[in-house]
T-cell receptor
Framework: IAGITQAPTSQILAAGRRMTLRCTQD?????MYWYRQDLGLGLRLIHY???????GKGEVPDGYSVSRANTDDFPLTLASAVPSQTSVYFC???????????????FGPGTRLTVL | AQSVTQLGSHVSVSEGALVLLRCNYS??????LFWYVQYPNQGLQLLLK??????LVKGINGFEAEFKKSETSFHLTKPSAHMSDAAEYFC???????????FGTGTSLTVIP
């Protein structure tokens, strides 16, 4: 079934460690996004990419980095994890030519990350 | 700047009753508006979206929403709740000039048998 896969499903991480959350889509969508979901705060955009080779900062980018080497993959890296990065992380993609604002976003199943 | 406010973090309705989930937006330019649903331990799925065509938008599973510019609202309704509607619902806004989406804090819907 086509869609977005995320790995790992969940992870417990010691503070200070480096962690990469993986996201792969097989829909050939140009735009991809990373969100974090926290209770009472909804979803907040971390980083986005309108097309392979380009990335941009969202609402809460500090402490996170992304890369977009190809269309399908959009990994999110925490260089040195802190407890405030404990959250559920969702990857999403949309099918416009350049991440149009009217586009439907398709979400992965999420990664639950706990930083101790 | 754009933002979304969802009134009521928790809503309970009886099975068969009307579902009304409220969403108000703030935008200095004409917005695009979305409702997404999240079932437990899953990602979000699109219910419906408003992209400046008809103001009454029909979505999946019997849901609909009406864009009211004068009230800056985009409330989600369903005439008769079903047990399977129990989930978290998110309203979101984006604008023509941008490529970012802003989500509300979500409303958890409980359906009582």
């Amino acid at each position: 079934i086509a869609g977005i896969t995320q790995a790992p499903t969940s992870q417990i991480l010691a503070a200070g460690r480096r962690m990469t959350l993986r996201c792969t889509q097989d829909m050939r969508h140009n735009a991809m996004y990373w969100y974090r979901q926290d209770l009472g705060l909804g979803l907040r955009l971390i980083h986005y990419s309108n097309t392979a080779g380009t990335t941009g900062k969202g609402e809460v980018p500090d402490g996170y980095s992304v890369s977009r080497a190809n269309t399908d993959d959009f990994p999110l890296t925490l260089a040195s994890a802190v407890p405030s990065q404990t959250s559920v992380y969702f990857c999403a993609s949309s099918d416009s030519e350049a991440g149009g604002p009217r586009d439907t976003q398709y979400f992965g199943p999420g990664t639950r990350l706990t930083v101790l | 700047a754009q933002s979304v406010t969802q009134l009521g973090s928790h809503v309970s309705v009886s099975e068969g009753a009307l579902v009304l989930l409220r969403c108000n937006y703030s935008s200095s330019v004409p917005p695009y508006l979305f409702w997404y649903v999240q079932y437990p331990n899953q990602g979000l799925q699109l219910l419906l979206k408003y992209t400046s065509a008809a103001t009454l938008v029909k979505g999946i599973n019997g849901f609909e929403a009406e864009f009211k510019k004068s009230e800056t609202s985009f409330h989600l309704t369903k005439p008769s709740a079903h047990m399977s509607d129990a989930a978290e619902y998110f309203c979101a806004v984006s604008v023509r000039s941008g490529n970012q989406f802003y989500f509300g804090t979500g409303t958890s819907l409980t359906v009582i048998p």
